[in-house]
């Protein structure tokens, strides 16, 4: 968990569903595919959601 967000330069959100069970590597090409964005930008995580909108799954 993380307590203190302030040493993020910037948090992308995902829109749409994602499938959760995915990977590391998985999202990190759905990034680079959809959004055009480098996914290992230091500083940077993307906030994917699943159909369960109770559930967030990040990559850092």
């Given at each position: 968990?993380?307590?203190?967000?302030?040493?993020?330069?910037a948090?992308?959100?995902?829109?749409?569903?994602?499938?959760?069970?995915?990977?590391?590597?998985?999202?990190?090409?759905?990034?680079?595919?959809?959004?055009?964005?480098?996914?290992?930008?230091?500083?940077?995580?993307?906030?994917?959601?699943?159909?369960?909108?109770?559930?967030?799954?990040?990559?850092?």
């Amino acid at each position: 968990m993380l307590n203190d967000a302030s040493c993020f330069k910037a948090v992308y959100i995902v829109c749409g569903y994602t499938d959760l069970r995915s990977g590391m590597d998985r999202l990190a090409a759905l990034i680079e595919t959809q959004a055009g964005n480098r996914p290992y930008v230091p500083d940077t995580p993307y906030l994917f959601c699943g159909r369960r909108t109770d559930r967030i799954k990040g990559l850092l």
